[in-house]
């Protein structure tokens, strides 16, 4: 047990659980959040590349006048790839990410959340430099997106655990936000990359937009080599000396500091609480453990399953990444658009300026209502897309205002989701989860991210496309997605508690007293140093009184207690593992109780130490 490893001063003053937000703090979260690069980068670049006249040309031997920019011998709505080919070289990367997610948690438990990212980083360079060596060959280009991809979901799934684990908690869920501003601005550099290369009658149009993803793993992996490990890393691991050594770099403050001692105590607890909830069996088994409890129960781990898998399946199906995976073939096959990519530009452009707003807004108005009335927002803008598409924005229409109507109200709709299921959803993962299973729980709702963003990328060429087999049905696969934000909408309300202002520990605290509809007024009452303290106390003092009372005497009890010993001193029996001298309290690492003056020991503690 990590508590008899080294003793901290526990708070019992709730003001006292985590120390003031500095400079770096903020620092040190906005450079991890650019692993949001990776994830937003690679979207806008498959997206412009996909369109591009000398890849179609090469993958399908079609012919190009670069001159007067028309195909030669086919129309320029039928000039494409396939449908087929489409849907195999964009989803096989969320394949691959799928798949890294879910080993990246169990790998970040191991080795570390930090040497994980830097894995990552080096498996997405083997990937990006197997797609630049491909020049007509889809099966290498396919292969390189595929170990690409595993790179990618080792990045995404543990920054997110990484940052969760050491932003502080009032400006956590704006910090986190910072990775999905990053996303937004990777599919921006990739939109302007993919600008200025789609003319190019070489392969470099295509390869430079991809050569430059080395830059994003150079600058994240190498920075990583000075970063901290997480705090919550070292707990979990009984490393206590190194989690106040890294807790201190990231606060800011001395290791000597009594915010440092009392946050630290207050990881120690909750870990120890949280080990004897979660039950300790093999490793088949602890992966089983994620999907124990009830489902009545708002802090079971399978409800935290459910919550986490929920949110991202369900930012999937807002149909957001259909517009920037395919909005410029889609734009293309419209036949009512002039510059598709230079539409594509516009749109990103509005996510990446909508996206900054979320940083106040997810702290100031709080997770569950950026997730429900983001919802409505977006269910209104996309069935007034529809319902244009399908009537003045057809192509026989030729009204070039109601074309322009249905681009803004897409503008629209980015902009809800930008400010909203965007950046709420990453940052709720990663509050969720208690420490036990928060690598593997981060790790499984990311892998269900990438599951549903495959699935997208998959059935997406064929609902919009115009070669055989697809459904071809344009403006009208946002009827599809309107109705699917409506559940977005009733999950967020029934399921998702609000976690703004509070602790990781704190949250779970909330989710085991409250249900999500009510968890907006709940209000911490007490810390788990606390309560610990409380409750071994409690059943120590009876034991006292037990042995007191049959031998009479008026010595000290000596006597075992669970996790890892509490010992009760008085002025001069409890020793400041800081050499700050005695002290009253609760002391672990001892493995018993003391007391010289004979009396009950649990009657008025002055000080909760752990």
């Known amino acids: 047990m990590v508590s008899a490893l080294l003793p901290f001063e526990g708070p019992a003053d709730l003001s006292r659980i985590e120390a003031p937000v500095t400079l770096k703090a903020y620092l040190i979260c906005a450079f991890a959040a650019c692993g949001g690069l990776f994830f937003g980068y690679d979207t806008g670049w498959i997206n412009g590349v996909l369109g591009m006249p000398y890849f179609i040309t ?8 670069y001159d007067r920019k028309r195909p030669i011998g086919i129309e320029p709505v039928n000039f494409g790839l396939p449908s087929s080919t489409k849907s195999l070289m964009t989803s096989i990367l969320s394949c691959g990410t799928f798949f890294g997610a879910l080993i990246a948690g169990d790998i970040a438990d191991f080795i570390g959340r930090r040497l994980t990212i830097i894995i990552g980083c080096l498996i997405f360079c083997v990937g990006c430099v197997l797609q630049i060596a491909s020049t007509n060959q889809t099966v290498l280009f396919v292969f390189g997106r595929l170990v690409a991809g595993l790179g990618v979901g080792f990045i995404s799934t543990v920054i997110i655990l990484y940052m969760s684990e050491i932003a502080p908690r009032k400006v956590r869920g704006a910090l986190v936000s910072a990775y999905q501003f990053c996303i937004t601005v990777g599919i921006l550099l990739a939109n302007c990359v993919v ?25 994240l992996g190498t920075g990583l080599f000075i970063l901290p490990e997480s705090p919550r890393y070292h ?33 120690v607890a909750n870990h120890e609480y949280e080990m004897q909830v979660v039950p300790q069996t093999s490793y088949i088994g602890s992966w089983v453990a994620c999907f124990h409890g009830s489902l009545r129960k708002g802090n079971s781990n399978i409800r935290r399953i459910i919550l986490g ?48 707003i979320s940083f106040v807004a997810v702290e100031y108005l709080g997770r569950r209502f950026l997730l429900t009335y983001g919802a409505m927002g977006m269910i209104i803008m996309q069935y007034i897309v529809a319902i244009v598409g399908v009537t003045a924005g057809r192509i026989d229409a030729n009204d070039p205002a109601a074309v322009r109507g249905m681009i803004a109200c897409i503008c629209i709709n980015i902009f809800f989701f930008a400010i909203t299921w965007g950046p709420t959803g990453w940052v709720v993962i990663g509050e969720c989860f208690p420490l036990p299973i928060r690598s593997r729980g981060v790790g499984i709702s990311t892998a269900c991210n990438w599951f549903w963003n495959c699935i997208i990328a998959v059935v997406a060429p064929y609902m919009v496309g115009n070669s055989k087999g697809s459904a071809n049905l344009g403006p009208k696969i946002f009827f599809i997605w309107g109705s699917l934000c409506i559940f977005s909408m009733l999950f967020a309300y029934f399921l998702v508690p609000e976690m703004k202002g509070l602790t990781l520990e704190q949250i779970d605290k909330m989710m085991e007293e409250v249900s999500p509809r009510k968890s907006k007024k709940w209000i911490p009452k007490t810390t788990y140093v606390a309560e610990l303290a409380r409750r071994d106390a409690e059943k120590s003092r009876q034991q006292w009184r037990d042995v007191h009372t049959a031998t ?59």
């Not at 000396?241 to 001692?261: F, N, T």
């Not at 995976?325 to 909508?354: A, D, R």
């Open 195 to 219: 600008y200025a290369t789609q003319d190019r009658n070489d392969t470099g149009s295509y390869r430079i937009p991809i050569g430059v993803q080395f830059l994003w793993a150079l600058i």
């Open 309 to 356: 898998c929920g949110l991202q399946m369900w930012q999937q199906l807002t149909g957001i990444n259909f517009i920037f995976y395919f909005g410029t073939t889609f734009f293309q096959q419209l036949g009512t658009i002039s510059n598709p990519f230079f539409i594509s530009l516009i749109t990103t452009l509005v996510n990446v300026l909508s996206t900054p």
């Open 58 to 65: 090469l993958y399908t031997g079609y012919s190009y006048d």
């Open 552 to 610: 009479n005497t008026t010595g000290g009890l000596e006597g075992g207690m669970m996790g890892g010993g509490y010992q009760e001193a008085n002025e001069m029996g409890a020793i400041d593992p800081y050499g700050h001298g005695t002290t009253h309290g609760v002391h672990g690492g001892s493995g018993g109780y003391g007391n010289s003056m004979g009396r009950d020991p649990y009657e008025s503690p002055n000080t909760v130490r752990y």
């Open 235 to 267: 707990v979990m691991k009984g490393q206590l000396q190194s989690a106040a050594k890294s807790l201190a770099y990231v606060r800011g403050q001395p290791i000597e500091s009594e915010y440092i001692k009392d946050e630290l105590a207050e990881i």
